[in-house]
């Protein structure tokens, strides 16, 4: 086994606005085409059924490719693989933004997902290479977490904006150029990132990547052919575990689930997207449904999260992680997030911005600063260096499916709830209550 590339020590100001630009491109691809969905279906004639998959096919090979691109990080070298994953998903940005029938248009969504599969845990990675454990990754930690958890609600601003002035077209451009701009400072600033030569398992690549994809395509489907597409992935995860426990060089190293940093970790992330994305699905809903808002209002009711969210990953919690571990910060980052998702309990049909929304909105953002870096250290704790891409792979495994899966399971229980606002109501009481069981095991859960 031998190293593929040596780490030199770069600009790391340099470094870290490359890998947040990337980390923005890939988070903020799912949400950004989300405001022009209905003037996509508009010019191609899509019905609602397929329009979805203008959203789920970047999601489905997103986390379908996930724990591959991890590995193959790992195996091939960080910068090399990040380099990889940012020209297809800006090749792809491109072939989507001249698309001229709606086919092309979700093969070239379905590609932006496996770009940022291959980028993001290569990313992730290369950032615990440029910036040393202690403070400065700390500090690192808390800008390069900042702009993901921002980029989500930030992506469905801007795509409305861009869309109401500039067309659907325009949100496309601007990942191009955005993904242009990444790539011509990547070797500037990225150090060429370390790898140990080994062998892909494929097995595991195949029914591992086959079982999360056909999990986010179950759960985005509904009804009762959901159950059938569920079962199916399933079985597929059920052999890529027996696949992974029995070869020599697994996609996924089992004994990383050892080590209960990284099992906290993978919880909080399923806990923060499963509330956080909650409440950028339900807002719109109640925004515009009942509180009548344009699509470009309720976009930008939405700031002060994304706000806060950048604020207090910024400037506090990189500082409270040389002081505090990050378990403790997770436990107090998921129990607002909670709070701040109950809160919107209180929203009335006719509801008053400042008095009903924006605390909650808050809240939240102030739990999700403090947890998504605090996550983000704790899935890399105790991890050997050369498995930190597989690692960060796992943790954002655990957010798609919390981002999917997790909210899924939110609009069901807001189907039961009798009147609209009833089942809002009551998808946010059982997001605010998972979130608090689950602060209460991550403080609970020994130390190994």
């Given at each position: 086994m031998t190293t593929l590339a040596t780490t030199t020590r770069r600009r790391p100001g340099l470094a870290l606005g490359v890998l947040a630009g990337a980390l923005a491109l890939d988070l903020s691809g799912m949400a950004v085409l989300n405001a022009a969905l209905p003037s996509v279906g508009e010019r191609f004639g899509l019905a609602d059924t397929t329009l979805q998959w203008v959203m789920t096919a970047y999601s489905v090979t997103f986390a379908g490719f996930l724990l591959?691109?991890?590995?193959?990080?790992?195996?091939?070298?960080?910068?090399?693989?990040?380099?990889?994953?940012?020209?297809?998903?800006?090749?792809?940005?491109?072939?989507?933004?001249?698309?001229?029938?709606?086919?092309?248009?979700?093969?070239?969504?379905?590609?932006?997902?496996?770009?940022?599969?291959l980028s993001g845990p290569a990313a992730l990675a290369l950032l615990t290479e440029v910036f040393p454990d202690g403070p400065e990754r700390g500090r690192a930690l808390g800008v390069y977490a900042a702009v993901g958890a921002a980029s989500f609600s930030g992506g469905m601003l801007l795509g409305g904006v861009l869309t109401e002035f500039l067309g659907w077209r325009s949100v496309l451009w601007f990942s191009v150029a955005l993904g242009v701009l990444v790539l011509a400072v990547t070797r500037a600033g990225l150090p060429d990132g370390t790898g140990r030569r080994g062998p892909v398992d494929m097995a595991g690549a195949i029914t591992g990547t086959l079982g999360l994809a056909l999990l986010v395509v179950g759960v985005s489907l509904g009804g009762a052919r959901a159950w059938g597409v569920i079962a199916a992935a399933v079985v597929f995860l059920v052999l890529f575990f027996v696949r992974e426990r029995r070869t020599a060089?697994?996609?996924?190293?089992?004994?990383?689930?050892?080590?209960?940093?990284v099992r906290l970790a993978t919880v909080a992330a399923l806990l923060q997207y499963t509330a956080s994305v909650g409440i950028v699905f339900f807002a719109p809903l109640y925004l515009q449904g009942m509180l009548h808002y344009s699509p470009v209002e309720s976009g930008l009711a939405l700031v002060p999260m994304s706000l806060t969210v950048f604020l207090t990953a910024t400037f506090a919690t990189g500082r409270l992680l040389t002081k505090y571990s990050p378990r403790a910060l997770m436990v107090i980052g998921i129990l607002l997030i909670g709070a701040g998702t109950a809160l919107w309990m209180t929203t009335p049909q006719q509801g008053n911005y400042l008095l009903h929304v924006m605390p909650g909105l808050v809240i939240s953002g102030i739990g999700q600063g403090l947890n998504f870096p605090s996550m983000t250290t704790s899935g890399l704790t105790g991890v050997p260096e050369h498995q930190h891409a597989v690692a960060g792979a796992v943790n954002v495994v655990a957010q798609q499916i919390g981002s999917s899966a997790g909210v899924a399971v939110l609009v069901l229980v807001a189907a039961t709830g009798g009147t609209q606002l009833g089942g809002y109501h009551l998808a946010y009481l059982a997001a605010g209550a998972a979130c608090g069981i689950g602060a209460l095991g991550i403080a609970m859960v020994r130390r190994t």
């Amino acid at each position: 086994m031998t190293t593929l590339a040596t780490t030199t020590r770069r600009r790391p100001g340099l470094a870290l606005g490359v890998l947040a630009g990337a980390l923005a491109l890939d988070l903020s691809g799912m949400a950004v085409l989300n405001a022009a969905l209905p003037s996509v279906g508009e010019r191609f004639g899509l019905a609602d059924t397929t329009l979805q998959w203008v959203m789920t096919a970047y999601s489905v090979t997103f986390a379908g490719f996930l724990l591959v691109g991890g590995r193959l990080a790992d195996v091939f070298g960080r910068r090399r693989v990040f380099e990889v994953g940012v020209a297809l998903f800006t090749v792809a940005a491109l072939a989507g933004a001249v698309a001229p029938t709606g086919a092309v248009l979700l093969g070239a969504r379905a590609a932006q997902g496996v770009g940022a599969a291959l980028s993001g845990p290569a990313a992730l990675a290369l950032l615990t290479e440029v910036f040393p454990d202690g403070p400065e990754r700390g500090r690192a930690l808390g800008v390069y977490a900042a702009v993901g958890a921002a980029s989500f609600s930030g992506g469905m601003l801007l795509g409305g904006v861009l869309t109401e002035f500039l067309g659907w077209r325009s949100v496309l451009w601007f990942s191009v150029a955005l993904g242009v701009l990444v790539l011509a400072v990547t070797r500037a600033g990225l150090p060429d990132g370390t790898g140990r030569r080994g062998p892909v398992d494929m097995a595991g690549a195949i029914t591992g990547t086959l079982g999360l994809a056909l999990l986010v395509v179950g759960v985005s489907l509904g009804g009762a052919r959901a159950w059938g597409v569920i079962a199916a992935a399933v079985v597929f995860l059920v052999l890529f575990f027996v696949r992974e426990r029995r070869t020599a060089d697994p996609l996924l190293p089992l004994s990383l689930f050892r080590l209960s940093s990284v099992r906290l970790a993978t919880v909080a992330a399923l806990l923060q997207y499963t509330a956080s994305v909650g409440i950028v699905f339900f807002a719109p809903l109640y925004l515009q449904g009942m509180l009548h808002y344009s699509p470009v209002e309720s976009g930008l009711a939405l700031v002060p999260m994304s706000l806060t969210v950048f604020l207090t990953a910024t400037f506090a919690t990189g500082r409270l992680l040389t002081k505090y571990s990050p378990r403790a910060l997770m436990v107090i980052g998921i129990l607002l997030i909670g709070a701040g998702t109950a809160l919107w309990m209180t929203t009335p049909q006719q509801g008053n911005y400042l008095l009903h929304v924006m605390p909650g909105l808050v809240i939240s953002g102030i739990g999700q600063g403090l947890n998504f870096p605090s996550m983000t250290t704790s899935g890399l704790t105790g991890v050997p260096e050369h498995q930190h891409a597989v690692a960060g792979a796992v943790n954002v495994v655990a957010q798609q499916i919390g981002s999917s899966a997790g909210v899924a399971v939110l609009v069901l229980v807001a189907a039961t709830g009798g009147t609209q606002l009833g089942g809002y109501h009551l998808a946010y009481l059982a997001a605010g209550a998972a979130c608090g069981i689950g602060a209460l095991g991550i403080a609970m859960v020994r130390r190994t």
